[in-house]
């Protein structure tokens, strides 16, 4: 029996909505267990531990993360022998929506202005 050989995640980017932050869902199958049942996983991002999950977990969702940052997400396993080397993936949210365009209204095009002196309506 050794430890477990290294997860391969991958990530997920899902778009933010407002002026909410991004989201990543980060996701991996059970990597071989090398004659030892995983008994666990850790999750971190950018080097620093952010989730101890059980054997029974596959994914992690990190929800606050910042709009167009980019991460380095590590995944490991434990079995009763140790930890395996973490398993990584890079991912980037997405940035800010694009901009509403602040252009005038092509020339003829119909304009309507209520309570505006001289608008119509």
Do not use: K
């Not at 050794?2 to 391969?8: D, F, H, I, L």
């Not at 090398?34 to 992690?60: F, H, K, Q, R």
């Amino acid at each position: 029996m050794t430890t477990p050989s290294a997860p391969a995640p991958t990530a997920v980017r899902h778009p933010a909505s407002g002026t909410e932050a991004g989201r990543l869902e980060v996701t991996w199958a059970e990597p071989a267990t090398n004659g030892a049942a995983i008994t666990g996983y850790e999750v971190t991002v950018d080097g620093a531990t952010v989730a101890s999950l059980p054997a029974s977990a596959a994914s992690w969702s990190f929800p606050d993360a910042e709009r167009g940052r980019r991460y380095t997400v590590g995944v490991r396993a434990r079995n009763t022998v140790g930890w395996s080397a973490a398993g990584t993936t890079t991912a980037q949210t997405w940035s800010a929506p694009p901009r509403r365009s602040t252009r005038p209204p092509p020339t003829g095009a119909a304009t309507r202005c209520r309570g505006v002196p001289g608008g119509s309506g």
